[in-house]
T-cell receptor, first 113, second 116 residues
Framework: EDQVTQSPEALRLQEGESSSLNCSYT??????LFWYRQDPGKGPEFLFT???AGEEKEKERLKATLTKKESFLHITAPKPEDSATYLC??????????????FGKGTKLSVKP | ETGVTQTPRHLVMGMTNKKSLKCEQH?????MYWYKQSAKKPLELMFV???????ENNSVPSRFSPECPNSSHLFLHLHTLQPEDSALYLC???????????????FGPGTRLTVL
C-alpha cells in the first residue's frame, strides 16, 4: 500500500536555528514527490516537485532533497514567517490511481523570535 | 481573479439543509479535485474530474454530490450532512491527470464547513 509518513509531527525552533523535516514514503514506483506549505485556515501552497533520487531544489531558506525512500526539507536560518504546516505528497507511477497524490499528515513548524 | 478561488469561505448548516460549495480555477487546467481536511488526518481525496469527466470517487457518501459543468468550475452539493462532516473542504486543479503527467496541484483557500 502506498504510504507517506512525516516526522516530526511538530517542531519548535528559535529564529536562526536550522533544522530538517522528514518525509518517508513507500510507493509503487515514484513519479513525483511534492512539498506544500499550509498556513492556518488556508489551502496548501505548492513549493517543490522532486522527480528522482539525488535531486535537490531550493527556494529562499528552503531546500528539498530526495532519496529512494525519503525526502528532507531543510530550513536554513528560519524566520517567524516560516511558521506553517509543511505537507509532503507522492504520486505513483503504477496502479489504478496513478494520478492521485498521497499526502502525509504534515509537520507543524513554529519559529519563535 | 487568479489561481483557484472557492466560495463561500465559511459555511454553517444544519443537518437537514442543502447547500453547495463552488470552486473556480483561472489556470487553464484540465483536472479538478475535491479534498476533505480534518484535524490530525492527511488530506482525503474525495472526487477527481479530468476534462469534465469524473475519474475518481473515493468511496464518498452520497450526501456529497459533485458537479463539473466545464473545466473551470467545480461544485460540491451537500445535503443531509452529519456533524462529523465538519471540516475544511479544499478544491485543487492540475494541468493533467495520470497518463504520464506530473500532478502538481494548486489549491484554493478552502471552505470551512460546520454542521450543527
Amino acid at each position: 500500500e502506498d504510504q507517506v509518513t512525516q516526522s516530526p509531527e511538530a517542531l519548535r525552533l528559535q529564529e536562526g536555528e536550522s533544522s530538517s523535516l522528514n518525509c518517508s514514503y513507500t510507493v509503487s514506483g515514484l513519479r513525483g514527490l511534492f512539498w506544500y506549505r499550509q498556513d492556518p485556515g488556508k489551502g496548501p501552497e505548492f513549493l517543490f516537485t522532486l522527480y528522482s533520487a539525488g535531486e535537490e531544489k531550493e527556494k529562499e531558506r528552503l531546500k528539498a532533497t530526495l532519496t529512494k525512500k525519503e525526502s528532507f526539507l531543510h530550513i536554513t536560518a528560519p524566520k517567524p514567517e516560516d511558521s506553517a504546516t509543511y505537507l509532503c505528497a507522492v504520486q505513483a507511477n503504477y496502479g489504478g490511481s496513478q494520478g492521485n497524490l498521497i499526502f502525509g499528515k504534515g509537520t507543524k513548524l513554529s519559529v519563535k523570535p | 481573479e487568479t489561481g483557484v478561488t472557492q466560495t463561500p469561505r465559511h459555511l454553517v448548516m444544519g443537518m437537514t439543509n442543502k447547500k453547495s460549495l463552488k470552486c473556480e480555477q483561472h489556470l487553464g487546467h484540465n483536472a479538478m479535485y475535491w479534498y476533505k481536511q480534518s484535524a490530525k488526518k492527511p488530506l482525503e481525496l474525495m472526487f477527481v474530474y479530468s476534462l469534465e469527466e469524473r475519474v475518481e470517487n473515493n468511496s464518498v457518501p452520497s450526501r456529497f454530490s459533485p458537479e463539473c459543468p466545464n473545466s473551470s468550475h467545480l461544485f460540491l452539493h451537500l445535503h443531509t450532512l452529519q456533524p462529523e462532516d465538519s471540516a475544511l473542504y479544499l478544491c485543487a486543479s492540475s494541468q493533467g491527470y495520470a497518463g504520464g503527467s506530473y500532478n502538481e496541484q494548486f489549491f484554493g483557500p478552502g471552505t470551512r464547513l460546520t454542521v450543527l
